[in-house]
């Protein structure tokens, strides 16, 4: 079975693998993430709402682990995800890259300078 962009996203939990950063624009991305952001766990509801779960509080021991609401929405033919959370946070359109039932890559699109050298992407897993 073929399944759409929406399918595959709320198919389940993604858990982030890597958050990588182009800083120069000459391909070579490098994993930026601290420890205690892989692990985090998307969550993507059919009915458009989502979180982001963070499982470690290795980065702060003094904040326990913490569940981020918000809402999302695909656009441009379910090429653009956009993500909008709650909590003091802003609205963040990503490219899909690529999506399948274990793997979503998405770039992240900087909404104030699009055509910026530095480029971030964010692979997400499912076990």
């Known amino acids: 079975k073929a399944y759409s962009v929406a399918e595959l996203l709320t198919g389940g939990d993604w858990y982030q693998s890597e958050n990588l950063v182009d800083w120069d ?65 802003y609205a963040t359109d990503f490219q899909i890259v690529s999506i399948d039932p274990e793997l979503l890559e998405i770039n992240i699109i900087d909404l104030d300078a699009p055509s910026a050298q530095v480029k971030e992407k964010i692979i997400l897993r499912r076990p």
């Open 25 to 89: 624009g000459d391909g070579i991305f490098e994993d930026v993430a601290l420890p205690c952001e892989n692990g985090n766990i998307w969550f993507f509801a059919p009915d458009g709402s989502c979180a982001i779960k963070d499982m470690d509080p290795v980065c702060d021991t003094d904040i326990p682990n913490f569940v981020i609401p918000g809402t999302w929405m695909l656009l441009d033919n379910n090429t653009k995800l956009r993500i909008d959370l709650s909590d003091g946070f």
